[in-house]
Structure formats: C-alpha cells, structure tokens
C-alpha cells in the first residue's frame, strides 16, 4: 500500500504444482455402514498405524473425541506418513475421513484396484473433516489408508479416521450414528457488532455449526457462541446443526438476534463499506485535502503514521508542505465534517517503507499508547495496520486488544496484508486477524503486485482475474473470518500499483461472485457470502487522477450487495 512497488515474495512454484489437489465434499455414510478403520481415534497409542521416520506420536492435547489424537512431525525429507492396512470388500464404495488440524494435511488410500485418491487441506487452528470416496476393484480385499503433511512445515493432527462401507472383516471401531438436531436454541447476548446464542446439548454430537442467514459461520465444540463482525442495528437469522463422525444433523428452529445501536460517536459503518486510502504526500496522483475525497468511500485511512525512535510507536505529521499549504485546523476540521457525513476515517500504519515493529511486550504498549495518542490529537475512528514488513502475531494481537480497552467498541480496526500474507492460518497477518475476530472491523488484502497464488481449491491463480480475487478471498472466507470482515483491495489505476490492476468491471463480477454466486469465471466458490463488506483501493489520489472512475464504479456496486 504504497507509492512505491512493493518488493514481492514469492510462493515456491514446485510447492504450488504440488500441492495443486482437488478437494473432495464430504460424504456421509449410509446406516449399514461400519467403519472398517482399528484404533480410528488413536486410544490405543499408534497401535496399528505405521508412521514414517518416527514422525508419529500420540498426543493428550489437542483432541477432537476422547482423550488422544495423532501428531506427525514433517521433516525436509518426510512428509509425516502414517498409515494403516484395512481389509475391505471387493466391488465395494467406501467413504474415507478423518479430522485435522494444525499444518499441512492430507488423507488419501492405496491399492484400491481401481483409482486411488486423496485430499487435503491448508493449515487450519481448529479441527477440519477431510473426506473422500474410493470404490475397490474385483479383487481387492485390502488397502492402505494415510495421512501426511507436507516437507518441512508444521505439525499436523488428525483424530476420528473412519472408512465406512460394508464390513470388510478385519475389525472395526464402533461407528457413530448421525445426531438429531439440537433444541433450545436461543439469543443469550448482543453487543453492536455480535450476536451471542446458546443452545441444548446432544447425545452422541462432537461438535456443532452455527448457521447465519444459511450460511455457515462458525463450529465450535460446546454449546454456545458469539458471531461477530456483524452491522450494527441488523437483524439476523441464526440456526445451529449438531455434528459427528457420520455427518451433520438436520438445522435447528431459527431464531432472530438483533445487534445494538453502536455505542461510540457517529453512525454505524454500513454493511457494505468501500475503503480508500488517501496519500499525505505528493507523488505524482492529484494531490487532495480531506475534503476533497470522493463521497463513495465510507472508511479513509490515512496514509502513513510514521516510526518514531522509542520501540513500537508511531506518530503523525501533516504533509503541510506537499499537500499545498494543508494546516493541521483544516484537516482535523476535514475529518470532523466527514465523520458527520457519515465516514470512518483511521490513521494507517506501516506502507512498504514503514518500519513499525512490534515484538515484544514493551513495544505493543507503545503502539497502543502512541496510536491512541494520535487518535485523540486529530480524532481518528481507528487504525489500519499495513505492515508490509512482517508482523509478530502475539504482540501485534496485545497492542490492538489494549488499543481497543481503551478506545472503546467504536473502534475501527482495519488490515491491509500483501497475497502470500494472507495463504495460510499459519501466517503471522493471519493469525493476528483471527485472534481479534471480535474487534476486527475488515480485513482488505491487496491483490496486486503479488506472484501467482494458490486459491482455496489448491490450484494456481495468477493476479488480473476475477479467479485470482475469488479463489483468494475464499481462503479467508473458509478460514475463519467472517463475510463481513472481507475486503477485495485493488488499484484505482493502472498508475496505483506495480501490476495486477484489473477494471472496475472485474472487481464487481468478483463481489457478485462471492455475495451471489453471479458472474465468477472458472472458480465457483463452496457457498456465496452475502455478508461480504466490500472493496478497498489505493488511493483516492489515483483514483482522482483518473476522473474518479474506480469510486463511481465501485461504490454504487458495492451498496448494491445482498
């Protein structure tokens, strides 16, 4: 997010070829199934199973069921493979799953006579299903089921391994039936921007899946909630499933929650919003007063805070100079009037020459305390944290949470992470959004001047194409963040960014394709998402340059959104 191209890194193209899989839906088994898989939950230690390098052990912490799970360690030479030999029937369909969570993970078999397959998934924090089906040949009475990670990266876990289908007589772990729906649903609690629920426990569910307006939002083990990233002063439709290892029960009865009124100064910010970032600089773009932005942007962050010299701290100067005589009265008289038409408006911190860190616990009460020192000398709603340089999760995470104790629930918090940020759960930017999920306002990656990308598929994307922005977004969308806190950040001009400017024309069918399932290209995202924020480009500058053609594209299309 800078006038200047961002150095870029780039994801390994063989790890890419070879992670490039198709992931398989998940299947159900059928009431004379059993599962055919021993020591499926790994009670019993690794007794049946055979890890490779003794990359295998098991662990008390974290399980999904009982009170042990695998853990496989990958190496640069050893993918972590554990198997297992399952006798089966011949001719026979079987469904293959298991649970995981932590790196890298992957769940295949072999030796079906017929088409061996696999599937997988990206890192993930919290358990995910794998599943996938196999049919065996005439002859086979046996096959190898596995789980691997991948070279050189994290752990895995897996736990609940089943292969449901007819009972191939080598013995089997008793299978689960699939729950009833759960009863009692109810709203326990709302905040502005959350909706807390709870609901009745059921026999033989592992876990349960929160649905909002059909979509899924969240899964959670026990028996309550709280969805978050919602709009302020918004009814909602919320239903719960319960779920096992044999699949998901039918939904629960709706029940309607309804957010507060915001609790800080000024209107809430609207379901759909459109970010832009206005340059405190000359650097070629039509240079602008606050004033002068386009009224389309509903969040301007205002780029850049600077480092100072105490560790983690930043503050702000006014380009007088540069901005043609800009006094401080007049721009805080600017944010003022914008704030009363209805705007957010945030200082950004960081931009590809910012030199911000954050690493320890001294210099994340710095950050607090010097950015909330920075909102109150000229009113800023909050902070956008655009630190293309690396950012530590932990203290990042501790220095916006003790931003937002003292701001308050109105504050605005946004996130500008460069592709490769944002490709696992794993990554540092990642993390730091799910671990402020609750006070996270929307995170806008930049899809522009980046490599090629794996999409949520696991296929190769490269920028320009509404595939690159769908396929990408979906990461975030099924990792963790809610709808609302997803942005699609592009360049306002071909002049705005190094590369990977795409039309206004491509960022709408992009917004349609992920809130309505309408106008995607090859990639169809798993569900739509309605809820979607909207878009973000730099700058309002550039797009002032260019007769504001972004703005006037975008932004009606974006306010248009379900």
């Known amino acids: 997010?800078?006038?200047?191209?961002?150095?870029?890194?780039?994801?390994?193209?063989?790890?890419?070829?070879?992670?490039?899989?198709?992931?398989?839906?998940?299947?159900?088994?059928?009431?004379?199934?059993?599962?055919?898989?021993?020591?499926?939950?790994?009670?019993?230690?690794?007794?049946?199973?055979?890890?490779?390098?003794?990359?295998g052990t098991t662990v008390s912490s974290p399980v999904r069921t009982g009170t042990a799970a695998l853990q496989a360690t990958p190496s640069g030479q050893d993918n972590a493979r554990c198997a297992q030999s399952v006798r089966v029937k011949p001719n026979s369909t079987y469904t293959l799953g298991a649970w995981v969570r932590g790196g890298y993970a992957y769940l295949g078999v072999t030796g079906t006579g017929t088409t061996d397959v696999s599937t997988w998934t990206p890192d993930s924090s919290s358990w995910k299903q794998l599943s996938t089906t196999f049919t065996t040949g005439s002859s086979t009475t046996s096959v190898t089921v596995y789980t691997h990670g991948w070279y050189g990266q994290s752990a895995y876990y897996a736990d609940d391994v089943s292969v449901f289908g007819p009972d191939g007589g080598g013995g089997t772990d008793p299978g689960p039936t699939i729950?009833?729906?759960?009863?009692?649903?109810?709203?326990?609690?709302?905040?502005?921007?959350?909706?807390?629920?709870?609901?009745?426990?059921?026999?033989?569910?592992?876990?349960?899946?929160?649905?909002?307006?059909?979509?899924?939002?969240?899964?959670?083990?026990?028996?309550?909630?709280?969805?978050?990233?919602?709009?302020?002063?918004?009814?909602?439709?919320?239903?719960?499933?319960?779920?096992?290892?044999?699949?998901?029960?039918?939904?629960?009865?709706a029940v309607t929650g309804t957010t507060n009124k915001p609790s800080g100064p000024g209107p809430a910010l609207p379901k759909h919003a459109v970010t832009g970032y206005w340059q405190n600089f000359d650097n070629g773009a039509t240079v602008q007063k606050l004033a002068d932005v386009q009224a389309q942007y509903d969040i301007i962050a205002v780029a850049f805070a600077d480092a100072t010299s105490t560790p983690g701290a930043v503050t702000f100067t006014l380009d007088s100079a540069g901005l043609g005589g800009y006094t401080v009265d007049q721009f805080k008289a600017d944010i003022r009037a914008k704030q009363a038409a209805g705007k957010k408006v945030i200082?950004?911190?960081?931009?590809?020459?910012?030199?911000?860190?954050?690493?320890?616990?001294?210099?994340?009460?710095?950050?607090?305390?010097?950015?909330?020192?920075?909102?109150?000398?000229?009113?800023?709603?909050?902070?956008?944290?655009?630190?293309?340089?690396?950012?530590?999760?932990?203290?990042?995470?501790?220095?916006?949470?003790?931003?937002?104790?003292?701001?308050?629930?109105?504050?605005?918090?946004?996130?500008?992470?460069?592709?490769?940020?944002?490709?696992?759960?794993?990554?540092?930017?990642?993390?730091?959004?799910?671990?402020?999920?609750?006070?996270?306002?929307?995170?806008?990656?930049?899809y522009y001047n980046s490599g090629s990308m794996l999409g949520c598929d696991g296929k190769v994307y490269s920028q320009g194409s509404v595939d690159f922005l769908t396929a990408l977004a979906c990461i975030q969308l099924e990792g963790g963040l809610a709808p609302s806190q997803v942005g699609l950040g592009l360049p306002a001009s071909t002049r705005g960014a190094g590369s990977g400017y795409v039309s206004p024309t491509v960022v709408n069918n992009a917004l349609d394709c992920l809130a309505k399932g309408t106008g995607c290209g090859s990639f169809k995202p798993p569900r739509t998402y309605p809820g979607l924020r909207g878009a973000m480009t730099w700058s309002t500058n550039w797009d002032a340059t260019a007769g504001n053609a972004w703005s006037d594209a975008v932004g009606p299309h974006v306010r248009g959104l379900p």
């Not at 059928?30 to 990359?55: K, Q």
């Open 1 to 55: 997010m800078s006038p200047h191209r961002r150095s870029l890194r780039f994801w390994s193209g063989a790890v890419t070829a070879a992670l490039a899989l198709t992931v398989t839906t998940v299947g159900q088994a059928s009431a004379a199934d059993v599962n055919n898989a021993r020591n499926a939950g790994f009670e019993s230690g690794l007794s049946d199973w055979t890890c490779s390098a003794g990359s």
């Open 179 to 253: 729950p009833s729906a759960p009863g009692g649903l109810n709203v326990s609690g709302t905040t502005s921007s959350s909706v807390s629920l709870a609901w009745n426990a059921v026999s033989g569910a592992t876990g349960y899946t929160v649905y909002r307006d059909g979509t899924k939002v969240t899964a959670v083990s026990g028996t309550s909630a709280t969805v978050t990233g919602l709009a302020a002063s918004t009814s909602y439709s919320f239903q719960v499933t319960a779920t096992n290892g044999a699949g998901e029960s039918p939904k629960s009865a």
């Open 347 to 446: 200082v950004s911190v960081g931009g590809e020459r910012g030199t911000v860190a954050v690493n320890d616990a001294a210099s994340a009460a710095n950050f607090a305390n010097s950015v909330y020192s920075v909102m109150q000398t000229y009113g800023f709603d909050g902070v956008d944290i655009d630190l293309e340089n690396g950012l530590n999760a932990t203290y990042m995470t501790q220095a916006l949470r003790s931003l937002s104790a003292k701001a308050g629930s109105s504050l605005i918090i946004t996130m500008a992470p460069q592709t490769i940020d944002m490709q696992s759960t794993s990554n540092s930017y990642f993390q730091t959004a799910l671990n402020i999920k609750d006070i996270l306002t929307v995170v806008n990656m930049q």
